[in-house]
């Protein structure tokens, strides 16, 4: 029950952070919207997870309101209206719909099926020797997950310094 | 069942924004709505009802834990979120510096 409440403040927090008139106060809509999740992560009992997006939040929060500080768009109302709408209306229509078929095919909330954690559950302490099975997942039996991330990280800063370096080349050399 | 539902209500949240909002800071902010939404998916499919978190301690008799799969494939995905939001907030920053606006309907002349 806490869970819909919980689920229910992310949706009206998600809601002011898209309809709010300046960017900072919809920045701060979103990082509750955040709180809600490390909150709900904690409730379906995933503690690590949840200190993890607390931290992430922080930082992605930070990052946000240094591109946006002193930057304000007023609001705009002219353009394709009409077009835009029509667009919005039939990608969530398509999303829906997609969403309807895949709903059927999940297991009911509360019955996960364990099929592969079971093996992981019952290896971790004799094969790994960690108490927490989901650091043995990451750092033994699926390791690779964790070198793949490392590389889009390194990836994404390479993408960072080359979009915001100063000298840029000058024309006509 | 309500909240895969209402998880679903959420990524149509972020779906929205994307595409109907004109400013580049707003596109970013429904980014990272779509990925919670996600990320909470995730979890809500291995939760088992009245479980206990996926780490062993002294009492071994009670083994009914929730699934540990979902939860270390989210933990990467919440640190590539991360890299994400960095990578598009700088090239909000670098569009910012050449035409002097967010509005994406402004950013239409090449300009060298």
Not at chain 1, 41 to 68: D, M, N, S, W, Y
Request: hydrophobic content about 55%.
């Amino acid at each position: 029950m806490e869970l819909h409440i919980i689920l229910l403040f992310m949706i009206v927090a998600a809601l002011v952070a898209v309809e709010a008139r300046d960017l900072i106060s919809s920045l701060i809509s979103l990082s509750a919207a955040g709180l809600g999740l490390s909150l709900s992560f904690l409730i379906l009992k995933a503690p690590g997870l949840a200190i993890t997006q607390l931290v992430v939040e922080i930082l992605c929060i930070i990052i946000l309101i240094r591109g946006t500080i002193n930057k304000d768009l007023p609001l705009v109302k002219d353009g394709r209206w009409f077009f835009n709408t029509i667009a919005t209306v039939v990608f969530l229509a398509c999303f829906l719909i997609f969403a309807f078929f895949a709903l059927k095919e999940l297991p009911k909330f509360g019955e996960p099926s364990m099929r592969v954690s079971k093996e992981y559950i019952a290896d971790s302490l004799t094969s790994t020797g960690f108490a927490n099975v989901v650091s043995a997942i990451t750092q033994h039996f699926r390791n690779l997950d964790a070198l793949a991330e490392a590389a889009v990280l390194f990836a994404a800063i390479i993408g960072v310094l080359a979009v915001t370096r100063k000298a840029g080349r000058v024309n006509g050399k | 069942m309500s909240l895969y539902l209402l998880c679903i209500l959420l990524f149509c949240v972020g779906l929205y924004s994307i595409l109907r909002k004109r400013n580049i800071i707003k596109i970013i902010i429904g980014l990272g709505i779509i990925e919670y939404a996600v990320n909470l998916f995730f979890i809500l499919i291995g939760y088992r009802m009245h479980g206990r978190a996926p780490i062993f301690s002294g009492d071994q008799a009670v083994l009914n834990m929730v699934d540990p799969l979902p939860q270390a494939i989210v933990m990467t995905t919440i640190v590539i979120g991360l890299a994400i939001t960095t990578l598009a907030v700088s090239l909000a920053i670098r569009i910012y510096e050449k035409y002097g606006t967010f509005d994406i309907t402004k950013i239409r002349k090449l300009r060298g």
